[in-house]
């Protein structure tokens, strides 16, 4: 692989063409049905058991019929990456996935901070830093929230661009904008 | 512990202002489960045979919003709430669908016990650190969706203070009364979401008759581990799978039977139940989908049925105002059943009904009795203030109001139909129980008898343990002890579509247990309905229900249907008397459905045989 990314800022190169599998997770905030079995399959895979809290895709519900997937939108400048102290996030050049080195993270939350959608958590068993790494490729919550014909969350092939990171918001914010969307004014008042 | 259970219960005296965590043995959990079950055997070991003096709305009256063990891990998971019931006098496993129940699991909790009374309006708050009773002044008199916008802030600003450095706090989840529910309109219902209720039972009264104003619940734990895990995610693909594949009700919900119940099955009830029949056409499915539906697949934890769609008003009158679909039975019971036959008017009278904590079916339910007396000209206009008159939604919003807040003629109708019924006769000195739509007290569900064509036939009401409860009909005292029996006390939704040999394949791999959908229909499933049959019997302490007498249909269903299809049909009352008695002799309890002895002794209830013996007297 010739594109390498490290965790340092300066290091981080433009990715090229031959990027061999940049995928990104399309969020389609009004299909998302609230089912929430994306943060079951999610913890499925990664926790062996339904474990919603420390799904890598969590479902905010700020107010009833506003759901929203909250997950890692992989910054083209990777602030979390940066904010690491200890260098325990990487990006995962096929991907481009926020990894996490479970050895190294010191549960500092630095990446929290940084995240402009404070989309890192603490795994409520050992604190460790818990992101999105994208299943190697083939997400388990796209496959679920497909296979029930929502595709609220959807696989795309996409270069890296400057619009991932605008995702990267707070999930009561994002429900406040489609809390308007779908209830019109009376959207403004009920978050 | 076996497997599906958090492992505790969180019991809440509010009086002394005292919190434990209490556990149950494995063969008490076997037996019952949890839910309904669960529910109905903790009222009696702790209320026992004083149970007759026990006002439903003092303070020692016991509030049970209980799990099972499937709630959750098995597709649509939901809470169950219990109590002795305000309505009925006996019990009622009434469920909704919530992420409460999930929380509460996660947070290492299968259910919540309250007793006592708070001194002033509190609510719980569960999280893994255990269960705390936090001060609820600032939200008492708030409506559902002003209670939910507080709660989500406050517990997640709470939450977030104490662990800062964990990431985003996600919402918990909650269930709350509305201002029906804090001023003990008996019928009133435990709400959750804005939209969803446990309706039937009155257990948002006993809340309210506690100072209860909402428990909430919020874990960073994993669902409770199961006997057979790789079982169980099999199980899981094969249920959604079959879930998924239910299109006709993922489109539609339940929400386009607002016209095909009425216009096909003749079995809706319009204006108080006068007649079952209408064929308007405007009121139809695809006139709600195309001008209110704004989220057409709406799901609860772990459902991927999405059979709700939520509704928004956007211009007119009701601007501003959301609910979900409606369903059916709130088309039926916020719409035709008033007279309403406007797709608008009806997602109003829904989201305002939602609002205020009344039951969605039992709540217009009695507002249709009273409707229906202002109608014949029993009720005037000075008892209201208003004019009730058939169509009019603004006037029965007043009404709605009228009985939350128990203003003027609304003090007599917040004690359900029944009760209601039975004061007004009294007053007015006319007979008003002929209009009253109720089976022991509990308003009957939006699925008529007369024309035969429903679900729903001759005596399934008449012999429910839950009265009116359309959700839990009788059948023949067999095949629904595996199914809504089951479904209540292992709580979970019963939408999803599994056949019953895989979900108990599911109920096994989760629990361990050694259960079989024979054992249910034998002896589990009849356990819990004998208990609450007793517990009913034993009613008190304001009324009494006469064995036979009561175990009826209300009389409006053997008039004859008197328009549509159907019409001149009827309840047939030979039949109802047949089935009557072959339900109670299936379930071993005598001629007037008292339970026999060796009865009890096969299931494990001989300590419930003194009572039952005086009874029978």
């Known amino acids: 692989m010739n594109v390498f990314i490290s965790n340092r800022i300066g290091d981080i190169q433009p990715f090229g063409d031959d990027m061999a599998n940049p995928i990104w997770i399309v969020r389609d905030y009004e299909r998302c049905s609230g089912c929430r079995r994306c943060e079951l399959a999610c913890s499925m895979h990664h926790e062996d058991w339904m474990w919603p809290e420390a799904s890598r895709v969590r479902v905010f519900m700020p107010f009833p019929g506003l759901e929203v997937p909250h997950l890692c939108a992989q910054c083209d400048d ?20 926020v990894l996490v080195g479970r050895e190294k993270c010191v549960g500092c939350g630095k990446c929290i901070g940084a995240c402009p959608g404070e989309v890192p958590f603490l795994h409520p068993e050992d604190d460790k830093a818990t992101i999105c790494d994208l299943c190697e490729g083939d997400p388990e919550c796209v496959k679920v929230c497909h296979e029930a014909r929502y595709d609220a969350l959807r696989v795309v092939e996409e270069k890296m661009n400057v619009h991932r990171k605008l995702f990267s918001r707070h999930p009561v914010d994002v429900a406040k904008d489609l809390a308007v969307k779908l209830f019109g004014e009376k959207g403004e008042e009920v978050i | 512990m076996p497997g599906g259970y ?13 919190l434990k965590d209490i556990t149950f043995d494995d063969e008490t959990l076997e037996a019952y489960f949890g839910g309904r079950g669960l529910a109905a055997k903790i009222l009696w070991d702790r209320i026992g045979a004083k149970w007759p003096k026990v006002d439903p709305l003092g ?31 006996g019990t009622v496993g009434s469920t909704a669908s919530t992420e409460f129940a999930p929380e509460l699991k996660m947070a290492g909790y299968d259910g919540v016990i309250v007793t006592g009374k708070a001194s002033g309006p509190v609510y719980i708050l569960v999280t893994d650190d255990g269960g705390e009773i936090r001060d609820a002044s600032h939200l008492w008199g708030k409506v559902g969706e002003e209670t939910i916008k507080i709660l989500n802030k406050e517990v997640t600003a709470e939450l977030t203070k104490r662990k800062p450095n964990v990431g985003l706090w996600k919402e918990p989840g909650m269930i709350y009364i509305g201002p029906a529910g804090e001023n003990m309109v008996r019928n009133a219902a435990v709400m959750s979401k804005i939209c969803h209720a446990a309706g039937y039972g009155g257990y948002g009264a006993v809340m309210g008759s506690k100072n209860l104003k909402a428990i909430v619940a919020k874990g960073r734990g994993p669902l409770p581990k199961v006997f057979a895990p790789e079982a169980v995610k099999l199980l899981w693909k094969r249920v959604h799978e079959i879930t998924i594949g239910q299109d006709g009700f993922r489109r539609r919900g339940t929400g386009y039977a607002g016209y095909s119940v009425g216009a096909d099955t003749s079995s809706e009830p319009v204006r108080n139940w006068q007649e079952e029949w209408h064929d308007e056409r405007g009121y139809g499915g695809p006139m709600f989908e195309s001008r209110y539906w704004v989220k057409k697949y709406w799901a609860d934890f772990n459902c991927t049925l999405s059979c709700m769609k939520i509704s928004c008003i956007k211009s007119g009158r009701w601007k501003g105002d959301i609910t979900d679909m409606p369903d059916y039975e709130l088309e039926a019971y916020c719409g035709t059943n008033l007279g309403i036959f406007d797709p608008g008017d009806n997602v109003h009278m829904s989201a305002i009904i939602d609002n205020l904590g009344h039951s969605g079916i039992n709540g217009p339910n009695t507002m249709a009795f009273a409707a229906e007396l202002y109608q014949r000209g029993i009720l005037a206009k000075e008892d ?86 359309h959700t839990s009909t009788a059948s023949d005292g067999y095949k629904e002890m595996s199914s809504s029996i089951f479904s209540d006390s292992a709580v979970f939704c019963n939408f999803c579509g599994a056949p019953q040999e895989l979900i108990f394949d599911y109920a096994k791999a989760i629990t361990g247990f050694p259960i079989t959908q024979e054992g249910w229909r034998r002896v589990n499933g009849p356990r819990i309905v004998t208990l609450q049959r007793a517990l009913l019997l034993m009613g008190g302490p304001d009324l009494f229900w006469v064995p036979i007498e009561d175990d009826d249909n209300p009389r409006r269903f053997y008039e004859p249907l008197p328009s549509g299809p159907y019409k001149g049909r009827t309840t047939d009352k030979e039949l109802v008397e047949q089935k009557r008695a072959a339900y109670f002799e299936t379930l071993g309890w005598d001629e007037r459905g008292i339970p026999k002895r060796e009865t009890l002794e096969k299931l494990g209830l001989a300590d419930l045989e003194p009572v039952m013996k005086k009874l029978k007297k």
Do not use: Q
């Open chain 2, 59 to 89: 303070p020692e009256n016991i509030f049970i919003a209980l799990t099972g063990p499937m709630t959750g891990i098995f597709p649509g998971g939901r809470i169950c709430c219990s109590g002795k019931s305000p309505l009925s006098n």
């Open chain 1, 78 to 97: 990777y602030p979390c990456v940066k904010a690491c102290p200890v260098e325990a996030l990487s990006v995962d050049e096929d991907t481009t996935a």
């Open chain 2, 6 to 18: 958090a492992g505790k219960f969180l019991d809440v005296d509010l009086t002394r202002e005292k």
């Open chain 2, 384 to 469: 209201f203030g208003f004019e009730p008159k058939w169509g009019d939604a603004e006037a029965f919003t007043k009404l709605a109001w009228l009985i939350a807040k128990r203003e003027k003629i609304g003090d007599v109708l917040a004690e359900g139909t029944y009760r209601a019924a039975k004061k007004i006769s009294k007053m007015k000195g006319v007979d008003v129980m002929p209009y009253a739509v109720h089976v022991k007290g509990i308003e009957i569900g939006a699925h008529g008898t007369r024309s035969d064509a429903d679900y729903t036939h001759d005596a399934c009401y008449a012999v429910s343990v839950e009265g009116g409860d």
